[in-house]
């Protein structure tokens, strides 16, 4: 199933001519992409700067995926 964005009401252009859903939109859509969009109702886009990618926002420390080792206690 498809949507039909309407303008003003899911999303605007702004001054530098990008595409940005509002409020309403993101609340239909029913989850965060954290992206950090700037009208993001569920607080990511607080959280991050968002004309850095999502990918370079996440803390390494913070995320448990990530492990660092060493072969030789000397490479420290």
Do not use: Q
Not at 31 to 53: A, E, F, L, Q, R
Not at 55 to 69: A, G, K, Q
Request: aromatic share 12%; charged share 30%; proline share 5%.
């Amino acid at each position: 199933m498809t949507t039909n964005l309407i303008p003003e009401i899911d999303y605007t252009i702004n001054d530098e001519g990008n595409l940005v859903f509002t409020k309403s939109y993101l609340l239909k859509r029913g989850h965060c992409c954290t992206s950090g969009c700037i009208n993001c109702p569920y607080g990511y886009g607080d959280k991050v700067d968002p004309m850095i990618p999502a990918e370079f926002c996440d803390s390494w420390e913070e995320n448990s995926d990530y492990e660092i080792s060493f072969e030789d206690e000397e490479d420290l």
